[in-house]
């Protein structure tokens, strides 16, 4: 069973452009979040998606940022005109449908984003 | 509301040393609490877990207590490698779906 895809790992864009990472969770997860982590700094929780649905996006910059987890593909998280603060590594974690107890959360290796 | 305070690092350590993480935390109602590792430029890996008040988690030689009364779930590990060298986070979770992570402690292991 492959884990949790992401990619591209690396992604290196001037300031003003676009930056999409894409994710593609585990078999049979239907639960995405994505998380920054900025240099010397912890993980900190962006938004939360089922397919088709943003169930949390408390932790999402209020512009600039945005994610989807449509019917069918991959989870997009997109990061209009970046800047150099934006530079970051950005993981995705799955976890299995809901059941009674507590889900692991399973991680991608992440996307280092460097902003020029 | 929930948050996690570990230990600040950077720790380092000789081999076969003893390792201690703290960890506490702040919840409304009982959590579950976790411990992920970070190696060297690869995301998060679950290392333990525990869900309820005194289990214990333990994995690889690691171990962790859920501490109600204290409210801590600290790291452990008898004899630390260098293998072990990575970033350590502290997480909590309620509902299974929302995570609260630490701001992770950094343990380097020289030979």
């Known amino acids: 069973n492959a884990g949790v895809m992401q990619n591209p790992r690396h992604l290196v864009r001037r300031r003003g452009q676009e930056a999409r990472l894409r994710c593609s969770p585990m078999k049979g997860h239907s639960h995405v979040y994505w998380y920054r982590q900025l240099p010397e700094e912890g993980l900190k929780f962006m938004v939360y998606l089922q397919k088709e649905n943003i169930i949390d996006e408390s932790g999402m910059p209020k512009e600039r940022f945005s994610a989807e987890f449509p019917k069918e593909g991959p989870s997009i998280l997109r990061i209009q005109q970046v800047v150099r603060g934006d530079s970051a590594a950005y993981f995705c974690?799955?976890?299995?449908?809901?059941?009674?107890?507590?889900?692991?959360?399973?991680f991608g290796p992440g996307t280092r984003l460097t902003v020029l | 509301g929930n948050s996690v305070t570990q230990m600040e690092g950077p720790v380092t350590l000789s081999e076969e040393a003893f390792l201690t993480i703290n960890c506490t935390y702040t919840a409304t109602g009982y959590p579950s609490l976790f411990w992920y590792v970070q190696y060297p430029g690869e995301g998060l890996q679950l290392l333990l877990k525990a869900t309820k008040a005194d289990d214990k988690g333990s994995n690889k030689g690691f171990e962790a207590t859920y501490r109600k009364e204290t409210t801590s779930f600290h790291l452990e590990k008898g004899s630390v490698q260098v293998s072990d060298s990575a970033v350590y986070f502290c997480a909590l979770s309620r509902t299974g779906n929302q995570f609260y992570f630490g701001t992770g402690t950094s343990l380097t292991v020289i030979p």
């Open positions: 974690a799955s976890s299995p449908l809901g059941l009674a107890g507590v889900n692991e959360q399973f």
